[in-house]
């Protein structure tokens, strides 16, 4: 019987079409758990403007990083899974990508865990909600909203995307190339998405509500090419924010601002 032959490469780009939804499927299921285990968590804790204690903070922090960053990552694993679409190859890939990714993210969590904890050990915040909360919580608002003005952040934006689109270091072992695209990829896309994340860490650690929005500016930002007026709404938006629960803080109005 003749050998069929294969010369436009339809078996192995079919392979790397499956590898490429295979590993798509697999990091929204991910994030759908993710997204399970953080309202489960959620509908028991109180509200409130703490971060609790470090254990329990890590925990949280995590299953929410990947609940709300890994929708926006699918782009990225998709092409990393076609590029290495060979046995054991593409999972391997896929994976230490994804978990250089939440690792950066949960890194930025644990600093800013501590330097919270800084700050309310001098007496600027404490775990309730009064009004030296809602200032120190208004303040990193508005400093998370200018910071979205400026080019780092928009340098950032870019490299991110960029990277998603057609980053993938091809020099070296594998180990090499997945170490090097992760933490650039990582690093840009948390500089890319450092002003939402605030919103989080400084009033909306236990609302759904601002989770749900954060997640979809977040998503927005890494996969929709933005027009500059576009990026700039939502700095002047996070900005707007910050400022309003600063004056409400400083008039001594104790305003319901984060929904649940």
Same mark, same amino acid.
């Given at each position: 019987?003749?050998?069929? =032959?294969?010369?436009?490469?339809? #078996?192995?780009?079919?392979?790397?079409?499956?590898?490429?939804?295979?590993?798509?499927?697999?990091?929204?299921?991910?994030?759908?758990?993710?997204?399970?285990?953080?309202? =489960?968590?959620?509908?028991?804790?109180?509200? !409130? +403007?703490?971060?609790?204690?470090?254990?329990?903070?890590?925990? @949280?922090?995590?299953?929410?990083?990947?609940? +709300?960053?890994?929708?926006?990552?699918?782009? /990225?694993?998709?092409?990393?899974?076609?590029?290495?679409?060979?046995?054991?190859?593409?999972?391997?890939?896929?994976?230490?990508?994804?978990?250089?990714?939440?690792?950066?993210?949960?890194?930025?969590?644990?600093?800013?865990?501590?330097?919270?904890?800084?700050?309310?050990?001098?007496?600027?915040?404490?775990?309730?909600?009064?009004?030296?909360?809602?200032?120190?919580?208004?303040?990193?608002?508005? !400093?998370?909203?200018?910071?979205?003005?400026?080019?780092?952040?928009?340098? %950032?934006?870019?490299? %991110?995307?960029?990277?998603?689109?057609?980053?993938?270091?091809?020099?070296?072992?594998?180990?090499?190339? @997945?170490?090097?695209?992760?933490?650039?990829?990582?690093?840009? %896309?948390?500089?890319?998405?450092?002003?939402? /994340?605030?919103?989080?860490?400084?009033?909306?650690?236990?609302?759904?509500?601002? +989770?749900?929005?954060?997640?979809?500016?977040?998503?927005?930002?890494?996969?929709?090419?933005?027009?500059?007026?576009?990026? #700039?709404?939502?700095?002047?938006?996070?900005?707007?924010?910050?400022?309003?629960?600063?004056?409400?803080?400083?008039?001594?109005?104790?305003?319901?601002?984060?929904?649940?």
């Amino acid at each position: 019987m003749p050998r069929i =032959s294969d010369p436009v490469g339809v #078996s192995s780009l079919l392979r790397r079409d499956r590898a490429a939804t295979a590993a798509a499927v697999a990091t929204v299921v991910a994030a759908a758990a993710g997204w399970v285990l953080v309202v =489960s968590w959620i509908n028991r804790m109180d509200t !409130g +403007m703490g971060l609790g204690s470090f254990p329990d903070f890590i925990e @949280i922090w995590a299953v929410m990083m990947a609940a +709300m960053m890994l929708p926006s990552v699918v782009p /990225m694993v998709a092409r990393t899974a076609r590029l290495n679409a060979s046995p054991g190859v593409d999972l391997i890939a896929t994976v230490g990508l994804v978990g250089i990714y939440l690792l950066t993210w949960t890194a930025f969590g644990v600093a800013a865990y501590f330097m919270y904890e800084v700050i309310a050990n001098i007496g600027l915040a404490n775990s309730s909600w009064h009004r030296r909360g809602f200032l120190l919580a208004g303040i990193a608002i508005a !400093g998370a909203g200018l910071y979205g003005l400026t080019p780092l952040k928009r340098s %950032c934006q870019g490299r %991110c995307r960029a990277l998603a689109r057609n980053g993938w270091g091809r020099e070296g072992g594998l180990l090499r190339r @997945i170490v090097r695209t992760g933490a650039d990829y990582s690093v840009n %896309c948390v500089g890319a998405s450092l002003g939402p /994340m605030v919103v989080i860490l400084a009033v909306g650690l236990t609302s759904i509500t601002l +989770m749900v929005i954060v997640s979809a500016i977040v998503l927005v930002q890494k996969v929709v090419p933005l027009s500059n007026w576009g990026n #700039s709404a939502i700095a002047l938006a996070l900005f707007s924010y910050g400022v309003s629960l600063a004056i409400a803080a400083g008039s001594g109005a104790m305003l319901t601002v984060v929904p649940r």
